[in-house]
């Protein structure tokens, strides 16, 4: 198994300019969650899933947007992109009523807006 | 909504013991401990589900006092590995799905 797998892991982007962070896991997981950690900081909920074709909103929605139209992917879109999305993304996925219970994490892929 | 933790930063000799505590103004359903190296993602440590649980493997113990909406966590004998920052996550009582990661605590391990 892979796990959970992210595209790209660096990325510079100009103000303004759009983009897709790719998120895959294969664990066949029903919740999948998309965070961003600035520098030093903890991790906000930006959006999550608790299955295909379900979404909703976390912490700090603004400026981003997801689908889930299968169980495997989870991409997260930024449009027109502003410095303040300069951030580390992570995405994790978890087998909510499982063993564990517990959220595996991406590698995570480092953005910078300029 | 987001759990606040205590310390923000802790610096231990090998072999010390530290407690990191996580607190939420809100009731909450569980409580997850994450470690998270320097540039790399959070790695699962334990769950807590039920007030009062109280759970561990190696030296590193949870427990979760859910009337006062905290969760501690206990490091004994601390080794080199322990370094990095600490995250609890909470689920908040009918909220939904929502998780709120904490503020963090970083934890540094010397010799």
């Known amino acids: 198994n892979a796990g959970v797998t992210q595209t790209p892991k660096f990325r510079i982007l100009k103000i303004g300019q759009s983009m897709t962070l790719q998120c895959t896991q294969d664990?066949?997981?029903?919740?999948m969650y998309w965070y961003r950690q600035d520098p030093g900081m903890g991790l906000k909920l930006i959006y999550y899933s608790v299955g295909a074709g379900i979404t909703d909103k976390g912490e700090v929605p603004n400026g981003y947007n997801v689908s889930r139209s299968t169980t495997e992917d989870f991409p997260l879109r930024l449009e027109l992109a502003a410095p303040s999305q300069t951030s580390v993304y992570f995405c994790?996925?978890?087998?909510?009523?499982?063993?564990?219970?517990?959220?595996?994490f991406g590698p995570g892929t480092r953005l910078t807006v300029t | 909504q987001q759990p606040v933790q205590s310390p923000q930063a802790v610096i231990l000799r090998e072999g010390e013991d530290a407690v990191i505590n996580c607190s939420s103004s809100?009731?909450?359903?569980?409580v997850h401990w994450y470690r998270q190296k320097h540039g790399e993602a959070p790695v699962f440590l334990m769950i807590?589900?039920?007030?009062?649980e109280q759970k561990g493997h190696d030296k590193i113990s949870a427990s979760f006092n859910e009337k006062k909406q905290q969760s501690s966590l206990y490091l004994t004998a601390s080794q080199l590995s322990y370094s990095g920052t600490y995250f609890c996550g909470t689920e908040i009582r009918w909220s939904g799905n929502q998780f709120y990661f904490g503020t963090g605590t970083s934890l540094t391990v010397i010799p």
């Open positions: 809100k009731a909450l359903y569980s």
């Open positions: 994790a996925s978890r087998d909510s009523g499982g063993r564990n219970d517990e959220q595996y």
């Open positions: 807590l589900l039920k007030g009062g």
């Open positions: 664990m066949n997981h029903n919740y």
